[in-house]
């Protein structure tokens, strides 16, 4: 599968989802309700990692709708949804998406250029992680 979810460490406090190569709206729409799925097993605040550096091209269809339904459909427990990216199409979409606030989660998505970076940030906001 192109994208991939899994915890990142064994406190449960970062879920990364990696995506490779050429993927779908429905893959991605998959991956959205597996992360759902982690996050739903554990109360306490998570971050997540969108790594998005090795996804290649976005799919037909439209981004922003997909986005914003994605992000307002995460659970409330979420502390920080970090995209890694190297696209400036994306990192466009994704500040449209976000200045829409879904879910009320606007606000505490932010962007970075590398997994490294966005693991560091994770830390930052989830100590314990």
């Not at 981004?63 to 995209?83: D, E, M, T, Y």
């Not at 998406?97 to 998505?109: D, K, R």
């Not at 830390?123 to 314990?128: K, L, S, T, V």
Request: proline content about 5%; charged content about 15%; overall charge negative.
């Amino acid at each position: 599968m192109p994208i991939s979810v899994k915890w990142f460490d064994d406190s449960h406090t970062c879920v990364v989802v990696t995506y490779q190569g050429r993927w779908s709206w429905a893959e991605f729409q998959t991956a959205v309700d597996e992360t759902n799925q982690l996050l739903n097993t554990v109360e306490h605040k998570v971050a997540i990692i969108e790594d998005t550096a090795m996804g290649g091209m976005l799919p037909p269809g439209n981004i922003v709708a997909n986005g914003r339904n994605a992000i307002a459909s995460f659970p409330k427990n979420i502390s920080l949804i970090i995209v890694v990216l190297n696209s400036s199409l994306i990192r466009t979409f994704l500040t449209i998406i976000a200045s829409m606030n879904p879910g009320g989660h606007g606000s505490i998505i932010k962007i970075t250029a590398t997994l490294e970076e966005a693991l560091d940030m994770a830390e930052q906001r989830i100590p314990n992680s």
